[in-house]
C-alpha cells in the first residue's frame, strides 16, 4: 500500500468539495489510483494522469470526475520500494491557479 500525506491546502480543499465529489475522488483513488501505483506498470488512461508543466518539482493532475482534479506528487519514501504520494490541491479547474 503506498504511503501518502496531504497538504494543508489539500485538506482545506477537501473539505469544500461536496460529499458526492469527495465519494467519486475516494472511489478514483482506490479503485484505480492505487491498484495501478502497486503495478508498477503505469496509470490507466481513463485517470488522465499528466504532468502539471507550470508547476516546478513533477507536480502531476489525476483526473476524477469531468471537472474533477487533484494535483499531486512523489515524495521521498518512507517505505523503501514504497511509493510515497504528496497530496497537493483538489478541485475543479480553479486549483491551476496556484497548483
Wanted: hydrophobic fraction near 35%; avoid cysteine.
Amino acid at each position: 500500500m503506498p504511503t501518502y500525506e496531504a497538504l494543508p491546502r489539500f485538506t482545506t480543499d477537501l473539505h469544500h468539495l461536496t460529499p458526492e465529489q469527495r465519494r467519486r475522488f475516494h472511489q478514483a483513488v482506490t479503485r484505480v489510483f492505487i491498484p495501478d501505483l502497486r503495478s508498477g506498470t503505469g496509470f490507466r488512461t481513463a485517470l488522465r494522469i499528466k504532468r502539471v508543466r507550470s508547476a516546478p518539482g513533477g507536480v502531476y493532475e489525476l483526473t476524477w470526475a469531468g471537472n474533477g482534479r487533484a494535483t499531486w506528487q512523489y515524495g521521498l519514501e518512507i517505505v523503501p520500494g514504497v511509493p510515497h504520494i504528496v497530496w497537493r490541491r483538489i478541485g475543479t479547474h480553479d486549483i491551476f491557479a496556484e497548483p
